[in-house]
């Protein structure tokens, strides 16, 4: 586990905390954005990294200034810990409206339900200290309702899942062609069709994005690499196109 400043400028910083998990875990980055006295963390992550994560934020900011927590979508590796958060901080954690009801289930206090606060799903904009930050739709990619973050001082794109690589042995990417084989297998699964690829890949080509920063595996670091990343998913197929084989009566 590691942390790292990406972005420092103006009193506007993101950190990456990268490589969390461990054993049969898949591992997970968390990113932690602050302005001036205000702090969000995107994807928080499950109990088994909790205190770790904890450690790592509780260094860099005061845990006062952490106003918002952001869950990309409703899987455990992001948002199993919620409750832990709650309790710790007086944040308020921001998801979409379709899990509002499912998050419970992951023992969130009664007491700390009035801090859950569901994201419509066109998305919206999030005031951090003297700026602001997009949060933009990215449903079905993988989660039905699946949020991004984009902040736009430092050009970068929190893509949740998309771009998501499952074992590179290297932080961030340098050749492209070569990091598809840690890419194609996650994304021809977990993303359902090239419809919501090419969606997708049409709304973030009208944003000035300098890095790309996915929650799990490498990020790409430069604004060449992350062009190739957004035109490489906009033609690849999704799981609905490649599993027609699988449709099938066992035998």
């Not at 602050?34 to 934020?57: S, T």
């Not at 932080?171 to 297998?185: I, K, L, P, T, W």
């Not at 069709?193 to 595996?217: E, K």
Request: proline residues 7%; hydrophobic residues 40%; charged residues 20%.
């Amino acid at each position: 586990m590691s942390s790292s400043y990406l972005y420092h400028a103006g009193g506007h910083a993101f950190v990456l905390l990268e490589g969390f998990g461990e054993g049969e875990m898949v591992p997970t980055n968390q990113v932690l954005i602050h302005n001036r006295n205000e702090a969000i963390l995107l994807d928080p992550g499950g109990h088994k990294v909790h205190y770790e994560v904890i450690n790592e934020v509780s260094s860099l900011v005061p845990i006062n200034d952490l106003k918002y927590l952001f869950f990309s979508h409703q899987d455990p590796d992001i948002v199993a810990a919620a409750n832990a958060w709650l309790m710790l901080s007086d944040a308020e954690a921001y998801i979409s409206e379709l899990w509002l009801r499912f998050i419970p289930h992951f023992g969130v206090d009664e007491l700390m339900l009035p801090r859950l606060k569901g994201i419509p799903d066109q998305g919206m904009r999030l005031p951090l200290g003297d700026t602001e930050l997009l949060i933009l739709p990215a449903h079905f990619l993988h989660s039905a309702g699946n949020f991004q973050v984009y902040d736009p001082l430092s050009k970068t794109l929190f893509s949740g899942d998309l771009g998501a690589s499952i074992g590179p042995p290297y932080v961030e990417v340098e050749d492209f062609a070569s990091h598809v084989q840690y890419m194609e297998g996650f994304h021809r699964r977990y993303m359902p069709s090239n419809h919501a690829n090419r969606y997708w890949a049409d709304m973030v080509r009208t944003l000035d994005i300098d890095r790309i920063v996915p929650q799990h595996g490498a990020i790409f670091p430069t604004a060449s690499l992350s062009a190739q990343f957004i035109d490489w998913i906009a033609s690849s197929p999704g799981a609905v196109e490649c599993m027609s084989e699988v449709y099938r009566v066992p035998q």
